[in-house]
């Protein structure tokens, strides 16, 4: 596609059910990030897809939130057993490889509010 | 993860007036980038900068990575209102990773 998408562009949930949340990055783009961003504060790292390798997770808040990536294209977040500190906008960008991450395309995010 | 201070948290200005922001770490950084992000939009990046010292522009954006690689300023001159948004610094160290700063709310008042 032209650019980074993703959906929904928001999402209201209850307190502990799950939510997905996907993202298509740019066609030919190797290299795929997941950031949160709070009301007020900057882009917080999730985790990281770089082709074939297996995927930096160190910026996971706690072991209800995964995400993979098939096929080296469309990615999923998952967040389990939603909490209220959860809610945020989930900003998904991606990158043409790891030379050029710093060149990313960020999607417009999905807005996630849990009740 | 690393901390990026930014600086001021929000401005509101006149139209026509330059502005100035910036962006302090106590990590070095290789890379340093600045985005801006539209209202119900993803960031989008601005400038770059890959050298210490460099000093780049952008229309009316110019932006400089400072000498001890630890910060970064940017100014907006002659500003107009479609200037309005967040500013967001980044840092690079490595090879796949960025850290954001807080973000400048800039208003501007026609």
């Known amino acids: 596609g032209a650019g980074v998408s993703q959906s929904p562009s928001n999402k209201v949930t209850e307190k502990g059910k799950d939510v997905e949340l996907r993202c298509d990055p740019i066609s030919g783009h190797t290299a795929l990030y997941w950031y949160r961003q709070s009301l007020g504060q900057g882009l917080e790292f999730l985790i990281y897809f770089q082709g074939n390798s297996a995927p930096d997770k160190s910026g996971l808040p706690s072991d209800r939130f995964s995400a993979e990536r098939t096929g080296g294209s469309v990615s999923t977040l998952t967040i389990q057993r939603t909490q209220q500190e959860d809610s945020a906008v989930y900003l998904c960008a991606s990158s043409l490889d790891i030379t050029t991450n710093e060149k990313l395309f960020f999607g417009s995010g999905t807005q996630l509010s849990v009740l | 993860g690393q901390q990026l201070n930014q ?56 932006a400089q990575f400072g000498i001890t690689r630890k910060d970064s300023f940017l100014n907006i001159s002659a500003s107009i209102p479609s200037d309005v948004g967040i500013y967001f610094c980044a840092g690079q160290t490595g090879a796949n990773n960025l850290f954001f700063g807080t973000g400048t709310r800039l208003t501007v008042i026609p």
């Open chain 2, 7 to 62: 600086s001021p948290q929000s401005m509101f200005i006149q139209e026509g007036e330059d502005v100035s922001m910036n962006c302090t770490s106590s990590s070095i950084f290789n890379t340093w980038l600045w985005y801006k992000q539209d209202p119900g939009e993803g960031p989008v990046l601005l400038i770059a900068l890959y050298k210490a010292g460099e000093l780049t522009s952008n229309g009316r954006l110019t």
